[in-house]
């Protein structure tokens, strides 16, 4: 039976990418979703890869949706916390909805996704988690202190967490993407994305697969003395200490 994968927010953009990456090493994936139904559709037709719909920032969500993945794909192995939202704004405009969304969806869903899935690799005494943070979680960035302090906070969980699982064989690390090549990016003005790139030392912005392949090493059997870890995959944009 293949190993089962579990990626929040898989359907677009970086997660998009991971499921791909994952499903062609051989693991059985699922992918959740939240709003939009035309994109799961989409993802769904190419890849094949099982979709499901629900609020990632929801507790009772998270574990109906685990169990129903469970029932019809088998124990949850490896779970990726991607999914995540913005709502950019300077923080003396910024509201306190701004606030509370972002980090709910992007913060809180680190508990609510895995709180559902931890028990079960307790029991099997083995699974990988793998959070999705962000460079501007390490580094800050201005019109982003909701999406920074959330994505920071996603670095400590992941240290926190590891040292409480290792020894039941469970692993848990983090991975803080740069700027990549997605619709996101893509939507910006030219002059803003130009003004990214060339901030970029390598010249130019990640590939999705780029982040993905670094998500499927961790996935992997390769990586069972890697944990608490944070892997940057940023083009040197920034260079975190240590």
């Not at 130009?194 to 992997?220: H, K, M, N, W």
Request: glycine residues 10%; neutral net charge.
């Amino acid at each position: 039976m293949a190993v089962v994968a579990l990626v929040s927010g898989g359907t677009r953009g970086i997660g998009s990418a991971i499921c791909r990456a994952l499903k062609n090493d051989g693991y059985a994936v699922a992918a959740t979703y939240h709003g939009n139904e035309e994109a799961a559709g989409r993802f769904t037709r190419d890849t094949q890869i099982p979709v499901f719909r629900w609020d990632v920032a929801d507790e009772t969500s998270c574990y109906q949706g685990i169990a129903r993945v469970e029932q019809q794909i088998g124990p949850v192995s490896i779970l990726v916390n991607n999914a995540g939202i913005t709502r950019d704004s300077m923080f003396h405009k910024m509201d306190l909805a701004q606030w509370r969304a972002v980090l709910a969806t992007n913060l809180d869903s680190m508990f609510t996704m895995t709180r559902a899935v931890i028990e079960g690799m307790r029991e099997r005494r083995s699974g990988r988690i793998i959070n999705i943070s962000s460079i501007n979680g390490q580094k800050g960035q201005s019109g982003q202190v909701n999406y920074s302090a959330a994505k920071a906070g996603v670095i400590g969980f992941t240290k926190a967490l590891a040292r409480e699982t290792a020894a039941r064989g469970i692993t848990v690390n983090a991975v803080c993407p740069g700027y990549a090549d997605t619709e996101m990016v893509a939507a910006v003005p030219e002059a803003v994305r130009a003004a990214i790139i060339a901030e970029i030392p390598v010249g130019r912005l990640a590939d999705p697969d780029e982040i993905a392949q670094t998500v499927t090493y961790l996935a992997s059997p390769r990586a069972a003395f890697c944990t608490g870890s944070v892997l940057t995959v940023n083009g040197g944009q920034y260079i975190a200490n240590g």
